[in-house]
């Protein structure tokens, strides 16, 4: 079931509780929705103490106001209220749509990203194999090794991961403020491309292929409740055979409520030069500082 139908559905519940839409007159509301298929529906997520007769109402919001956690929704007899219930089928279509979808054909062609894929052929693949999205797919990497630049010092991944609304919502800030940081500081940089269906040590697959210095991979990263629009960001100074999870340095969160965008290239731009000038990443780098 995707998000269009759970909005449906919840504006259907919120008809029958007598929360309908500001402006919508009841015997018109249940025929908007029943008769057009393609009528926008804006429901608009509230933060409001679902608690009846709070100690401390004030202090109820004040924690609301500075988390996206589930704080001071109430409870009717053992269960959630039914708009709070409501929220949560929202937050979890998301999710799912999330990962399902697909980053759009427009966006990659906006963005000019040549598109390479893993060896997983399927979402079900990807999800139950996960060495299928840690290898170009042969196609892939033929057309890296006769393409793309060799011997730059940056090689830049963007990869749909486990969300592909997080790529839609951040990549088109991101990717350029990235891009501007490491050209100001006269960092060679490779093409920067999408790899489809991929997953975060394809980018040791490729940094062979294009003998970079390092590689940062863009990642959808997996939703959860609070936002199915995060991206992550991994790093790692010349990955090898022997390269371990404690080599690549990560910086998650890349969202409009935690680190905005922009912010995050800037940031990883600055990253990048202290991984160049200290020629390691991960722990290493960590104690290098």
């Given at each position: 079931m995707?998000?269009?139908t759970i909005v449906k559905q919840v504006m259907e519940e919120l008809q029958k509780e007598g929360q309908l839409i500001s402006g919508d007159k009841p015997e018109n509301a249940a025929v908007h929705i029943k008769e057009s298929s393609v009528r926008t529906i804006i429901y608009e997520k509230m933060?409001?103490?679902?608690?009846?007769?709070?100690?401390?109402?004030?202090?109820?919001?004040?924690?609301?106001?500075?988390?996206?956690?589930?704080?001071?929704?109430?409870?009717?007899?053992?269960?959630?209220?039914t708009r709070n219930y409501l929220d949560f089928r929202i937050d979890h279509?998301?999710?799912?749509?999330?990962?399902?979808?697909?980053?759009s054909e427009k966006l990659l062609n906006e963005l000019k990203l040549p598109v390479l894929h893993s060896k997983s052929e399927t979402m079900d693949q990807y999800l139950m194999d996960l060495d299928s999205g840690r290898k170009l797919?042969?196609?892939?990497?033929?057309w890296a090794e006769e393409n793309l630049p060799k011997n730059k010092e940056v090689q830049i991944i963007v990869s749909d991961g486990l969300s592909s609304t997080g790529v839609e919502a951040n990549i088109r800030d991101l990717l350029p403020a990235l891009v501007q940081g490491l050209k100001s500081k006269n960092i060679s940089l490779g093409e920067p491309?999408?790899?489809?269906?991929?997953?975060?040590?394809?980018?040791?697959?490729?940094?062979?292929?294009?003998?970079?210095?390092?590689?940062?991979?863009?990642?959808?990263?997996?939703?959860?409740?609070?936002?199915?629009?995060?991206i992550s960001a991994y790093l790692i100074y010349q990955?090898?055979?022997?390269?371990?999870?404690?080599?690549?340095?990560?910086?998650?969160?890349?969202?409009?409520?935690?680190?905005?965008?922009?912010?995050?290239?800037?940031?990883?731009?600055d990253l990048i030069e202290e991984i160049l000038k200290h020629k390691a990443s991960g722990v290493k780098l960590s104690q290098l500082k």
């Open positions: 995707d998000i269009q933060k409001q103490s679902g608690v009846d007769l709070p100690a401390d109402l004030q202090e109820i919001e004040k924690v609301q106001a500075i988390t996206p956690a589930r704080i001071g929704i109430g409870r009717t007899g053992t269960r959630m209220k279509a998301a999710a799912q749509d999330a990962v399902f979808k697909d980053v797919h042969d196609s892939s990497r033929q491309v999408f790899i489809k269906r991929s997953r975060v040590w394809i980018q040791d697959d490729l940094a062979s292929i294009v003998n970079c210095d390092c590689v940062i991979s863009l990642i959808g990263e997996r939703p959860g409740l609070a936002t199915a629009k995060s990955p090898n055979e022997n390269t371990v999870e404690a080599d690549r340095t990560v910086i998650s969160n890349i969202h409009e409520g935690g680190v905005p965008p922009v912010e995050a290239g800037a940031h990883l731009a």
